[in-house]
């Protein structure tokens, strides 16, 4: 039989093995073929002792109040975006991003934005349109190019780049895997960050980035690169953290060289001529920390809360 102590032992090794495995989760309906995703923790950021010592909740409440537009908007559909909504996550595949949904997560009442949105409809036909595919209210957003979203109940909102992108999502996703560079990439973030982004990085989009591989200094930093996960995190600092995925040690340990080498140039090039503005720029400088090891290169900044105040200082 388990003893009390080896029950407490085991208890406390997969407390342990779950906590250093924790790493974010997409939203069920995100597309298999993603090769991108964004997220932003909207209640948490609201939320952080950072902007609550600022008030920014406050002023954006005033905003809101000072509006009557935004004031008539809100009460039509019961929703006040500073209480209600979660978090919004987007989705791109491409290059140019060209199929993309976005998946908003808060507090809805269902029947009253259908009900705002099908008024709207019949105000401006030009702009949006209404229509049914089965059980589904569909909402087609006329512009340069069209998006269509949908309501899924009183806690989800999905806007995608196409009809068919849309009704796959709303039907549970596309199925399958994400590609597996994207889901590495997420093991380097929580999903409880203010924001986080991660990508995995195709021959296409270096492509892209490099001109077509004319620009030789970004094509040597961008060629091995797999993946990229960044983050920014606002509690009472402000912390930056992006981790850079490359084909093998060597690649890693060449482009932390490369970032370093840029990094003491920054130093170089600091203004002399104002003495507060040297003195910041100098303490972010070195709070910036570039490390490699392995197969990866970690990028992290902390902005504390004097860095920001001098920051605004420097601004009156």
């Known amino acids: 039989m388990l003893s009390i102590r080896n029950a407490s032992l085991l208890a406390l090794a997969l407390t342990l093995g779950l906590a250093g495995s924790v790493h974010a989760a997409p939203e ?3 597309p298999a073929d993603a090769d991108a995703i964004v997220v932003v923790n909207v209640k948490q950021i609201l939320d952080s002792a950072l902007l609550k010592k600022y008030n920014v909740p406050g002023l954006l409440q005033g905003v809101i109040e000072g509006s009557s537009e935004a004031q008539e908007i809100t009460k039509a559909l019961n929703f006040d975006p500073l209480k209600d909504l979660d978090s919004i ?5 491409g290059v140019a991003q060209e199929s993309g949904l976005v998946i908003v997560k808060g507090n809805f009442d269902q029947t ?3 009900a705002a949105l099908a008024e709207h409809a019949k105000k401006e036909p030009e702009k949006l349109k209404v229509s049914k595919e089965g ?8 512009g340069q190019q069209n998006s269509y979203g949908t309501v899924l109940g009183k806690d989800t909102i999905v806007i995608a780049t196409s009809k068919d992108s849309l009704l796959k999502a709303a039907k549970g996703g596309v199925g399958g895997a994400l ?3 994207l889901t590495k990439a997420l093991t380097r973030v929580t999903g409880k960050e203010s924001f986080y982004a991660v990508a995995r990085i195709t021959d296409e ?3 892209k980035a490099t001109d077509g591989g004319k620009n030789k200094q970004a094509k040597e930093i961008l060629g091995p690169l797999v993946s990229a996960a960044a983050s920014l995190n606002i509690t009472s600092d402000v912390v930056f953290n992006t981790v850079l995925e ?19 140039l920054a130093g170089l090039l600091t203004p002399q001529d104002n003495k507060n503005q040297k003195e ?23 902005i504390t809360d004097e860095m920001i105040q001098k920051a605004m200082m420097l601004n009156r």
């Open 205 to 207: 989009m270096k492509d």
């Open 28 to 30: 069920k309906l995100t």
């Open 135 to 142: 059980a589904l209210t569909l909402f087609e957003m006329k």
């Open 246 to 264: 490359t084909k093998d040690d060597d690649s890693a340990e060449k482009l932390g060289m490369q970032l370093n080498g840029l990094k003491s």
């Open 89 to 93: 996550q987007i989705s791109g595949t």
């Open 280 to 302: 910041l720029i100098e303490q972010v400088i070195k709070q910036l920390k570039i490390t490699a090891s392995g197969t990866t290169v970690t990028i992290n900044l902390k």
């Open 112 to 114: 009253k934005v259908e």
């Open 179 to 181: 590609n597996k560079d």
